[in-house]
């Protein structure tokens, strides 16, 4: 796989401390956590490490504090396989996210974002090479809205195609969209660009909710569900339900990450979006029955297993819409 163009990763890098507790606290409340726990995350670390655990080329452009947790973050990227070329270091802390998440495997994230604000289009012009190098480019909304916007003006420039998956969800100008190859929200994130920001879901069918994302300019379409399954609307026609894989979640942390890293990988060896699409589901599949964020992430080796367990076999049917 060395020959092939590398995916590259625009985002955030942060330590992630977890607890585990019965329930998600609601304002005012405190909860009793069983357990304290610091793992490396970040969004745009975390499709990396994804990536390269799946074997594939993998680069990340970003932003470390120099802290203490910066310099535990660069080694264990450089450990886990991703060229780490492209971060750079800033005065000051390091990103650091505090996740609770409950016993039912549901989470709720406070994030400090720390060097991860200070990624800006400099960054993007700094690192030109690299992502002219790159087969497809994946980012995320954990850095400025500027430079997120700026990279996706450079990736339509180069002809490199981007994957955003806009977490957490943020207004974006509707110019962005006719730069982007991909558009990958969750439920949560398509009701927020559909109008409703307050709502976690949306009552229209996915295959309206796609229209208006495509109508907008993106060449495709993915929407996350959860258990529902996800949903793949491109511009050139195709429309497909894709049925989510039944496991045991106890984490769901990084779940969407582990998603987007398979989509692109799939796709970077040359499998159809359909078919990356249920690649995708099964690398989310097995992230969330692991605790933590990056732990979680499978091998190939391991997501080819799962896929060939005839048991899950129902899981790889797709209803075309």
């Known amino acids: 796989m060395s020959a092939q163009k590398p995916i590259v990763v625009v985002g955030s890098i942060n330590t992630d401390l977890v607890s585990v507790t019965k329930r998600i606290p609601v304002v005012g409340e405190t909860v009793t956590g069983s ?15 994804a990536v390269a655990r799946l074997g594939y080329p993998v680069r990340l452009i970003g932003r470390l504090g120099n802290d203490t947790f910066g310099a535990v973050l ?3 990227l450089e450990e886990a396989g991703v060229d780490v070329t492209g971060v750079s270091t800033s005065d000051g802390a390091s990103g650091v996210a505090m996740i609770a998440v409950s016993e039912q495997g549901e989470n709720s994230i406070v994030l400090a974002p720390g060097a991860n604000s200070k990624v800006t289009p400099e960054d993007i012009d700094a690192n030109i090479s690299i992502l002219r190098s790159a087969g497809m480019v994946l980012a995320q909304l954990e850095i400025p809205l500027e430079t997120v916007e700026y ?21 974006l100008s509707p110019d962005i969209f006719k730069n982007i190859a991909w558009f990958t929200p969750n439920q949560t994130e398509a009701a927020f660009y559909l109008g409703d920001k307050h709502s976690e879901s949306n009552s229209q069918p996915p295959a309206e909710m796609a229209r208006v994302f495509l109508s907008n300019g993106c060449r495709g379409v993915v929407l996350k569900m959860g258990a529902h399954g996800t949903y793949l609307g491109t511009q050139a026609g195709l429309g497909s339900l894709v049925h989510a894989f039944s496991v045991n979640a106890i984490d769901t942390t990084a779940a969407g990450d582990a ?11 040359g499998k159809s979006p359909l078919d990356s699409a ?9 992230s969330v029955t692991r605790m933590g964020a990056q732990p ?3 091998s190939m080796s391991e997501v080819e297993a799962f896929m060939k367990d005839e ?5 790889r049917e797709v209803v075309q819409r």
Do not use: W, Y
């Not at 998603?259 to 060896?269: I, K, P, S």
């Not at 249920?278 to 097995?286: D, G, L, Q």
């Not at 048991?311 to 899981?315: E, N, W």
């Open 35 to 49: 357990d304290l726990q610091n793992h490396p995350g970040g969004k745009g670390a975390n499709q990396a490490v």
């Open 74 to 76: 660069r080694t264990h």
């Open 151 to 171: 990279l996706a003006s450079i990736c339509a420039r180069e002809n490199v195609p981007l994957i955003l998956d806009p977490a957490p969800a943020r207004d």
């Open 259 to 269: 998603f987007n890293a398979g989509f692109a990988t799939a796709l970077m060896l």
């Open 278 to 286: 249920v690649f995708a589901a099964a690398v989310a599949a097995i």
């Open 296 to 298: 979680s992430m499978p």
């Open 311 to 315: 048991s899950l076999q129902v899981a």
